[in-house]
C-alpha cells in the first residue's frame, strides 16, 4: 500500500513500488554502459555523440564501476535527505527559498506556472549548490536545512561522481567535433563558482485518474548536461526532435506526442541541456521534456528525483566552440556571462524567484 501524506514514515520506498503500466506509449533510447566510455570504447563513445545529435536523451547504464555505484547507492540515500527536508515545517522551508538571481534553495508548489493560462505546477523541490557542499563549512555561502548540512558528506562524494561522469561525456562530444576537450571541460571547473547544483524533487500522488497535472511544465534544461535518477515513471519526451518542436504557450507546436520515459534500473537518464546547443551553435541538441505524475498505479505513489545539474561556470561567456564540426556563430550576445543566460533561461520557462 502506498504511503497516505499524513504518515509519519518513510514514503520513499523504491523496492515497493509497482511496475511500469506495459500499455503506455514510450519513447526508445539508447542504453550506454558508463564502464565502456571509462574505458574508451570507440563504438560506445560513438553512440553517445550518436544520442546527443539526435534527441539529446540517453540510458547510462551505471554498473561495473564504483563512480556509478556512488551515483545508484548515493541517489537513493539523497532521496531520503530529501524527504526530512520536505517534512519540515513551510515557514521553515520558505527560509531557504530561491530568490533574486540565485537558483539554490527551495521552490514551493505553485511557483511555477505550466500554461497560458497561468496554471501552477504541483512539484515542490530543493536545489543543493555544488560549491558548497564541496567545502569546508566556513566557506559557504549560504544557510542550509540541518538534513543537508547532516548529509554534507553524502553530496560532497554525489556531486564530485556526477560531475566527473558530465565532464567524460563532454570530453567525448568535444573530441567528436575537433574541439580539445579542455576547451569544454575549462568551462566547467568544478571548484569554481556555478549553477551546478543536486536537485531534489517530490512530486504528489495522483489527485484523479483523470489526465493528471503537471508536476513539471514542458521545457529544455538551461545548463549543458542533466544527469537524471528516478524509480517511478512521469517523464515525458516530445517524439519529435526538440530541432522540429517550436514552442508555443509552453507546449510543443505542430505534429508530435508526449511519450513516457520508462525508468530502468540501475541507469541514470542522461540529456543535454541549451547550453550544450549553444556552445556547439546547433549541432548538439537538448530534448523537449516534462513531468506528470506516474502512470497507473505508480500514480498513488509520491514522486522522488534526484538530478544533478552541470552548468558553466557563473563567469563563462557563452561564446561558440571553435572546432571543425562546428559552424562558426553570428549571435550578437556571445560576451553574456553563464550567470546571466541561465537566469533569463530560468525566469522565461514561468518560475517566480520571488515565491
Known amino acids: 500500500m502506498p504511503h497516505k501524506e499524513e504518515q509519519n514514515t518513510t514514503e520513499f520506498t523504491p523496492d515497493l513500488y509497482p511496475p511500469f503500466p506495459p500499455d503506455i506509449p514510450t519513447v526508445?533510447?539508447?542504453?550506454?554502459?558508463?564502464?565502456?566510455?571509462?574505458?574508451?570504447?570507440?563504438?560506445?563513445?560513438?553512440?553517445?555523440?550518436?544520442?546527443?545529435?539526435?534527441?539529446?536523451?540517453?540510458?547510462l547504464d551505471l554498473g561495473g564501476c564504483q563512480v556509478g555505484e556512488t551515483?545508484?547507492?548515493?541517489?537513493?540515500q539523497i532521496a531520503l535527505v530529501g524527504e526530512r527536508v520536505f517534512q519540515l515545517p513551510l515557514d521553515e522551508k520558505l527560509k531557504y527559498r530561491m530568490g533574486g538571481k540565485v537558483l539554490f534553495g527551495y521552490k514551493s508548489a505553485g511557483a511555477t506556472v505550466t500554461d497560458k493560462a497561468g496554471t501552477p505546477d504541483t512539484a515542490e523541490f530543493f536545489n543543493v549548490g555544488k560549491n558548497d557542499m564541496i567545502v569546508p563549512d566556513d566557506k559557504m555561502n549560504r544557510p542550509w536545512p540541518a538534513p543537508v548540512l547532516e548529509?554534507?558528506?553524502?553530496?560532497?562524494?554525489?556531486?564530485k561522481s556526477a560531475h566527473s561522469v558530465g565532464m567524460r561525456i563532454l570530453s567525448i562530444l568535444a573530441d567528436r567535433l575537433g574541439v580539445d576537450p579542455a576547451e569544454i571541460t575549462g568551462r566547467h571547473r568544478i571548484e569554481e563558482h556555478s549553477g551546478d547544483h543536486v536537485r531534489i524533487t517530490r512530486g504528489p500522488p495522483r489527485a484523479t485518474e483523470e489526465m493528471p497535472e503537471i508536476q513539471t511544465p514542458s521545457h529544455t534544461d538551461f545548463g549543458t548536461i542533466t544527469i537524471l535518477m528516478n524509480w517511478l515513471g512521469g517523464l515525458q519526451v516530445w517524439s519529435e526532435s526538440s530541432r522540429k518542436a517550436q514552442v508555443g504557450d509552453l507546449h510543443p507546436e505542430g505534429a508530435g506526442e508526449w511519450l513516457w520515459v520508462k525508468p530502468k534500473r540501475g541507469c541514470a537518464i542522461i540529456n543535454l541541456g541549451d547550453a550544450a546547443v549553444r556552445f556547439t551553435n546547433g549541432i548538439l541538441c537538448s530534448g523537449r521534456h516534462r513531468v506528470i505524475p506516474s502512470?497507473?498505479?505508480?500514480?498513488?505513489?509520491?514522486?522522488?528525483?534526484?538530478v544533478y545539474f552541470v552548468r558553466p561556470e557563473d563567469e563563462c561567456l557563452m561564446s561558440t566552440l571553435q572546432g571543425k564540426g562546428i559552424p562558426e556563430s553570428s549571435k550578437a550576445d556571445e560576451g553574456l556571462t553563464a550567470r546571466e543566460w541561465i537566469f533569463r533561461?530560468?525566469?522565461?520557462?514561468?518560475?517566480?524567484?520571488d515565491n
Do not use: H, M
Open 345 to 353: 533561461q530560468a525566469t522565461a520557462l514561468g518560475n517566480r524567484l
Open 295 to 306: 502512470p497507473g498505479a505508480q500514480g498513488r505513489w509520491p514522486r522522488y528525483s534526484i
Open 71 to 76: 551515483i545508484r547507492n548515493g541517489a537513493e
Open 151 to 159: 548529509a554534507k558528506p553524502l553530496f560532497a562524494d554525489y556531486v
Open 28 to 59: 526508445e533510447l539508447q542504453t550506454i554502459s558508463l564502464t565502456k566510455l571509462l574505458a574508451g570504447d570507440a563504438v560506445e563513445q560513438n553512440r553517445v555523440f550518436s544520442a546527443c545529435v539526435g534527441r539529446g536523451f540517453f540510458y
